[in-house]
């Protein structure tokens, strides 16, 4: 639950373009990296001072600034001032609770996407947030913590592979949204592979506890939405937005990521439909077994009642020696043997009954 | 119940543009209260006569006139007639079953928005309707009772904190919208920790009271549902509307409340789908404590009626004397020790059957 | 049923624009009563011949010409004639099974309405057709029966009160089918009443009967929705239609029929939500009650079933002459009421265990 | 299921425009007959040589050609040639599989529709394809089997009713499509008698086939649903088009039209929605009805067992003459009608215990 | 499940463009073969190398390349450089997860379908993807395996028979597209089989195994539907495009593949529908069942439970010696006959009783 509604009631009542960061660990110094590149040259360092990001600025090469730490509010409004970020900018940015969108403020585009994560641990998926600002020959990318999906890209940018060192910043802003929908098949796969092992389970054994797991699969997929369909938007926008900083050659390649996203959105769709589709089938095996359960139980009693009554009957007292019409079977040669008798025929015509009307 | 459907037959059969206050309560002096300020100069006072408007009216200062009571008919009238409102406006106002609206009548904007309690008392949420008149340089707020979350921007004004006292009467009102939208953050809050507490009790400890607890949350999420769809279309009408009452610096402040009631709109979905859930779970919870019960008792039955039977058999009265095939068992040696024995023995083989089953 | 679907069949199988009445009365003589006004004028009549109306219809004041009985097809032709009607609108006219609709004839304007009444003996909500057609300076009202919700605007023409008088007809227009729609939020009053009627019983005491009375709440949904869905969009059309017949001035009145018939579809909506919400849990809290029930039944049994085998056993007739080992308990001093001891302690082990498993 | 699936799979793998009856009888002659008119003319004759529509295709007189079958190639390819019809066109009349449509091929227009029938013997509906081929002055109805709803219309023609024959080929077209949708009335007339009795049945006598009727309505509607929303598009797409083949005088009667289509969805949905909630009622009998038996049943069980245990306490066998502790009672004065009398009390303690929690 | 998300992983993490096969097998070599026709010329051969095709691209008759093989990285790249496809295109060819889509790269479109095979040996539905590029006067088509659906066409093309010979690039794939779309019918002809099947069966003798099968029914609409929605899309953006390429004579034959495309997904929403009904039939019918059994095996005991009872009375060991008064029944003359008939009475009676209320 806490991931669905993370403590936005800190953010409220203080005006606007605020930045407050909502996370729960203390603020911590933002770590910032740099890459800068051009199709002949590259450079990547670490730095302290967001000062330093003025010189990059200018350039003509691409700068990368990636940030990870969004709770330092001082880096964040440092950073702010040297990129004339809009206040409210930076209030998205440190508060996490956004939901996926995409802002064109003419001079920078603003995107905000989730990271998904699969917690080994606990069996459970993590959201981060990754927030892009798009400028002319720059990218920002904040993370809430260190640790991403990028390094590949970085890999690349450091190798010359493929054509993005030849590509502008737009290019780079692709590369990066495309790692983070890329990442959500992962999620996807496991998802997947989960629903296959239950599935086998729900017809060979359903327990309790399968209730249980069927209802965090349906939370997932709630929150896999959540995360997903505005993303498509947002993807869209991207692709179909008039501005001037993504160029005409990038669009094909947005085209392709919002693709990806489409076939996202149709798996989780599907998951849906499947997960509620266990559930039913779930109930109907539960109760299928408790049914199998007491027939089988209630026929052992129905069975044995009748028998109870023959010796009942003949457990009464009546008196043969006031009349030799009183209970004239107990003094009978086979009279016991007889009755035994009874009571077993009685039983094998009841069980033949049940067999015969498939009730066993 | 009596929260959806508001009085409103004492409405209807009036000529429209009659002013009928539908509150419960009797009719009370309406509280005027007046902030005049630009960015250099700050009033504030409280007001008995309406017409004291009229001197702040024609001012280039933006005046915020609040009032708290909208059953006092002549003072709306007085009000209505100060700033020319159209009589429709003002039926409006005073009729409180409205839907969240927006309406631009030209020379002002008529804006209606739910403010959302939560009723400590009886754990309820409750909605008073806010409506706000825009116009030049002026916004007009009407509550129904005294009490609201305005406090942070009277302060803000006051202290000349932020942009507000730079900006016109449109921020204000912008200000005024994005205090009672981020209020709902508050709730969603208080509905996400009942929903938690309900989902571990759920699972740990389902009770009949539960659905009445889970129909009380339903409730709860369509009563919010209804209140706040609307308003989305509401906050969307103001960004894109084309009325020059709202400068177009304020348009990207209005984007950011808009997409607030979006992030409060796919949480309340979101709740809406747990709730649900909840349902589905608590039913089949329920079912299953009962199978349980149900099957533990059938047990005990089951494994006492053979041996019940097995006693029945030995308290019949066939004659021994009259013949020597009559229950020989009754006068061998250990003949009851053998038939407790039986006893015993039936019942074991029974609860490993059951165990083995994995019915026990 | 039969208010779904209203003797359909009669009307197929003619020519289009004959007139064929549904109703299932007799053709009665239908009755006409005008009224024609100005802001300086007054005058209102009954009268017999439909010709009479040719008078008033070329003078510039405003007619209204209200008709109760559209059985009488000799009257409707006539004022076909007289007005100048398409023969497809006298169709409709006649034939009461129409959806509300909205049709701009150029010279005049036709809307079908539903008028919904509270059946008092059968709790019942019945609809009856109201047709109204606009021209330049007349309006026409055709109803089923006499008895309307418009003596209201009668009494505010003949008193001249608020603006009604002032206006044309296309305000007298608004004013009847806000009237319609007003008396819808009456119906809603009352089946607002009804649900929290239901919803305390279903809580405290739940019977069989409920189940039917929940149908029919559900069916009454149903009927709602179908009258009031499409009513929408003709009051949309009202006043985004560019008919010149509609004043510019009315457009707004026209606008706050629009928010009210929203209103009216809101809180459908929300009734059936609630409905169907009702369904849910009747039937858990019947099959609760069930349960309940059996439980405590079966406790009982199951209770007495060890018990009885306990007496049972003692019940046997081994025979202790035979020899020592057989049922010496029977010859023990205190033999019977250590048997009756022992089965109390065994109800007593086992009411503490259903006890302590909550189960009693 | 077959109605949904018409043997499709014999036209596949066939260059497209080839013409392939699907029907399942063997190919017949089709039928032609011919009607001839104008405001002052008529004649009307049936034919056998295809070739003979020629004379009539170029008269400035409105021609209605009618085809009864569908299987006979020949002929529809003669009269495809006859009249210039697309390869396309007549694969489609052909192939009875078509959902209902609208095609403006320019020279002509081209509309498929579902003619439904109730089968009087084995109580279902049955669709027959309609084809309608519009034209400048001449229509082509091709039906699959003779029998049809337009005997009103040729009976019109004949005897010059109305204003059919002052009216072009667009009249003629929409006076056949008319015939067509008013038939549907019956068929939802039927439906809805159908559902009442259903509704009448539910709650007096549910019985297990009710399931297999519902079940039916279900299908039935489905079916009906599928072949009258695409006919909505179609009637909208005439009246709307653009085709200079429909003149501006017949819009308005297909308006009419379109509002009738309207109407058969509308209660197309109310069926359905009703047909659902009668499931549910079902289950619900059903269901309250089974606990009835069982609580009954069980109740008679619980007050015996007690009872049957006080009987089997006395029919121990403790010894009175080894101890006058053991079981004393045996030997009282009226310790049988004592303990009988016990019995008695504890039956009718439980009876009243059930009568008081209302459990009988 | 595992059709549903194939190996995507594999793919993620390398640059875009980058060609990745994600099939299980290992790579082989593709196999190409070659059509090239004119009205009057037709060549067809098999070749190896890709470089071949340069040789026919410029040629100004139509040429229709077809791989069998996706794997095979080294002769997509050929081809690609061959024809000037975008790296995005050959990544797309070669990832077989996509979902149905149509690309206009400009000088070519690019469309991916699905085509759809049932497994006869598995009872399952297997989905091929297939690829077009269509260019001025060459479509190419890419195949995970050997065996197609496009026989048909190539006896077409070999034996002149129709107008494809005639038409240009446009009119083949149009065939190719219509040959994949006709094979869904094949598909849903099964479906239906096997549901019409299913329906009898659940009627007549619902089995636990049922509910498997309702679910892989289930599953293959969610599959079918998956597949079959986003052709929609596809085929009436082909029809709608304004791309070159396709001339206007072929978008008559583009909208009949649209038109059956509409249809298949309206069966496969029927279906979807009936399946779900089933569903809910095969739950009642279980539960049905299963009540029927409790009921008689209920009824049983309850008839005897009375009935021992009696017996257990009489089985009571009061002294009549002690007193007259006790159980003086023991020794009338004709005591236990009589008891036999009081418990024959009481049975009858109860059985007649059950039979009146309907329970037997």
Redesign the interface.
């Known amino acids: ?2 991931k ?2 993370k403590n ?2 800190k ?3 203080y ?4 930045i407050i960061s909502v996370g729960e660990e203390k603020a911590q110094k933002a770590k910032l990296s740099i890459i800068d590149y051009s199709a002949e040259q590259f450079e990547e360092k670490n730095i302290q001072d967001p000062q330093v990001c003025l010189s990059f600025r200018d350039k003509p090469t691409v700068t990368w600034l990636n940030i990870d730490g969004i709770n330092d509010v001082e880096t964040l409004e440092a950073i702010g001032k040297c990129f004339d970020l ?1 206040p ?1 900018t930076l209030e ?1 940015i440190a508060n996490t ?3 996926p ?1 995409y ?1 064109d ?1 003419g001079e920078y585009l603003f995107v905000v996407l989730k990271m998904l994560y699969y917690n080994q641990n606990q069996d459970d998926i993590i959201a981060e947030q990754v927030s892009l600002i798009i400028g002319t020959n720059f990218v920002i990318s904040f993370q809430e913590k260190e640790g991403d999906v990028f390094n ?1 890209i970085r890999e ?1 940018l450091r190798s010359a ?4 060192r030849k590509m502008g910043a737009d290019y780079l802003a692709y ?1 990066l949204i ?2 983070i929908v ?2 959500y ?2 999620i ?2 496991k998802m ?1 592979d989960e ?2 092992v239950m ?1 086998e389970e729900l ?1 060979s054994n359903p327990m ?1 506890g399968t ?2 797991t069927i ?1 965090n699969l ?2 997932d997929t ?1 929150f896999l939405r ?1 995360s997903v369909w505005p993303l498509r938007e947002v993807v869209n926008s991207l692709e179909r937005g008039e501005s001037k900083l993504i160029k005409k050659t990038t669009h ?2 947005l ?2 990521v919002y ?1 990806h996203t ?2 996202v959105i ?2 989780i769709e ?1 998951f849906r ?2 997960v509620s ?1 266990m ?3 779930y ?6 077994r ?2 199998e ?3 089988v ?6 069975i ?6 023959i ?10 020696e ?2 030799s ?3 004239p ?9 007889l ?2 008798g009874a009571m077993l025929a009685v039983g094998l015509v009841m069980i033949l009954y049940f067999k015969r ?1 498939k ?1 066993l």
Chains 1, 2, 3, 4, 5 share one sequence.
């Open positions: 639950m806490p669905f509604i936005i009631s953010t409220i009542s005006p606007p373009g605020t809009h409210l998205d609770g956004q939901r969108k802002e403020f590949m690349r592979k493929g054509r993005i590369a495309d790692a890329d990442n098949f992962l996807l796969e997947g629903i296959e599935e017809v309790p209730l249980k209802h349906k939370q709630i959540k094909i390649f085209r392709d693709d489409i076939q149709d798996s599907t439909d499947m589709g559930l039913d089938i109930l109907s095996s539960i109760s299928n408790m049914n359960v007491m027939k139980l209630t026929i052992i009693a129905t044995f009642i009748p028998l109870t009554f010796a009942g009957i003949y457990g009464m007292n009546f008196n043969p006031a009349s019409w009183n209970m079977e107990l003094n009978w040669r086979f009279g016991y043997f009755s035994l009307k009730w």
